[in-house]
Antibody, heavy 123, light 108 residues
């Protein structure tokens, strides 16, 4: 059974960098079969894709966040991470990590999600 | 960017009702359309991928159809546990991905 679990600070000060980690169990992020992704949801709002990365090193980011986002993989720990710099109150949201299938496997769907972690940006 | 528009934004229905939710893409996306269910304070759950393929473990009362720009999610007989918010998501214009704004399904 594949499980993803987010961890990281729940409170970040404005202008600082938000850092989250997603621990993966039941699958290897080095398998090459998936993209490892971050998605966020502002309180009471819809879903916003942040970015995703493949173990080949390919990464893609939402153009609206691209200048501030870095996703990285740590295959030795079977974890992947999100860094979002220069945060403002507008970055307050629930952050989900998710596994995204290759397009030819399950139409690029996000088939496994972490439970989500609330991050508040406030001084 | 491809925009995804769901309708209705919310609806009320009775247990046992047949319910249909629509998702329209701003341009053709072939069948690269996925559906998710999100219950309060929970992560989204994949229901349908590639427009009409049922994800493993999802009850057969859920079904999806459509291609091109117009898609539907149908719940054949609503169960109490189905009351949630539903999202569509296109993966045609990779690397960019977009979600619909969501449809909230409430108990009448």
């Amino acid at each position: 059974q594949v499980q993803l679990q987010e961890s990281g600070p729940g409170l970040v000060k404005p202008s600082q960098t938000l850092s989250l980690t997603c621990s993966v169990s039941g699958d290897s992020i080095n398998s090459g079969n998936y993209y490892w992704s971050w998605i966020r949801q502002h309180p009471g709002k819809g879903l916003e894709w942040i970015g995703y990365m493949h173990n080949s090193g390919i990464s893609y980011y939402n153009p609206s966040l691209k200048s501030r986002v870095t996703i990285s993989l740590d295959t030795s720990k079977n974890q992947f991470s999100l860094r979002l710099s220069s945060v403002t109150a507008a970055d307050t949201a629930i952050y989900y990590c998710a596994r995204r299938a290759l397009i030819q496997v399950r139409s690029g769907a996000f088939d496994i999600w972490g439970q989500g972690t609330m991050v508040t940006v406030s001084s | 960017d491809i925009q995804m528009t769901q309708s209705p934004s919310s609806l009320s229905a009775f247990v046992g009702d047949r319910v249909t939710i629509t998702c329209r893409a701003s341009q053709t996306i072939s069948s690269y359309l996925n559906w998710y269910q999100q219950k309060p304070r929970k992560a989204p759950k994949l229901l349908i991928y590639a427009a009409s393929s049922l994800q493993s473990g999802v009850p057969s009362r859920f079904s999806g159809s459509g291609s091109g720009t117009d898609f539907t999610l149908t719940i054949s007989s609503l169960q109490p546990e189905d009351f949630a918010t539903y999202y569509c998501q296109q993966s045609y214009s990779v690397p960019s991905i977009t979600f619909g704004q969501g449809t909230r399904l409430e108990i009448k």
